[in-house]
């Protein structure tokens, strides 16, 4: 009679292997698509950010250069574009000055934007323009053209990142606020 043997067998050592093996694929798969998302939410947040530096910049009356000139009000801008944020200050009778640009992470763009009363939906996001008034930080939106849209209550802008298709929504209320999704 042969005794007991305690240990494993050849079959079972490569049962467990393959099924580790299969498992560290499955984790290593999830750990990018991870990665990816967490930059989708951090250029949600980046552009969250910017918001709030134009609201204040514009509600303090900050000036656009540091000249030390006084007696005008800037007006205060984000424009939006597919890969890119920019916060831009205009003072009377002058060209928008651009004062910061954000980058999108690389495969992630501004998709679209849409509004319950706002006439700028479009599948093929073209550009928009958010425009902060000086002192009072009144928010109006406008179109890539140009054209103001003062019934627009609320935005929506869609951002997605192309590697994971993964979409977040940035949603922009007049009154000012502005909340991920």
Same mark, same amino acid.
């Given at each position: ?11 079972? &050592? ?9 498992? @560290?694929?499955?984790?290593?798969? %999830? ?16 552009? *969250? ?5 134009? *609201?204040?910049?514009?509600?303090? %009356? ?9 007696? /005008? ?37 501004? *998709?679209?934007?849409?509004?319950? &009363? ?8 073209? @550009?928009?323009?958010?425009? #902060? ?10 179109? #890539? ?20 298709? %993964?979409? *977040? /929504? ?9 909340? @991920?999704?």
């Amino acid at each position: 009679m042969i005794g007991n043997s305690k240990g494993f067998t050849l079959v079972e &050592l490569l049962v467990v292997i393959t099924i580790m093996g299969i498992i @560290g694929a499955f984790v290593v798969a %999830n750990y990018r698509s991870f990665g990816e998302n967490q930059s989708l939410k951090s250029d949600v947040l980046n552009i *969250q950010n910017i918001f709030r530096q134009a *609201q204040t910049d514009a509600s303090t %009356n900050a000036q656009c250069d540091n000249t030390g000139s006084t007696g /005008y009000s800037a007006t205060w801008q984000l424009d939006f574009y597919p890969g890119f944020v920019y916060l831009k200050c205009k003072r009377p009778a002058s060209q928008p000055t651009l004062k910061k640009t954000l980058t999108l992470a690389d495969g992630i763009e501004i *998709q679209s934007s849409s509004g319950g &009363l706002c006439p700028i939906s479009s599948d093929s996001f073209a @550009g928009l323009t958010i425009k #902060f008034a000086p002192l009072t930080g009144k928010i109006d939106f406008f179109n #890539f053209n140009g054209d103001e849209f003062p019934e627009c209550k609320e935005l929506t802008i869609g951002l997605v990142n192309h590697k994971t298709e %993964n979409t *977040q /929504y940035l949603i922009i209320e007049k009154g000012g606020r502005v909340y @991920g999704e």
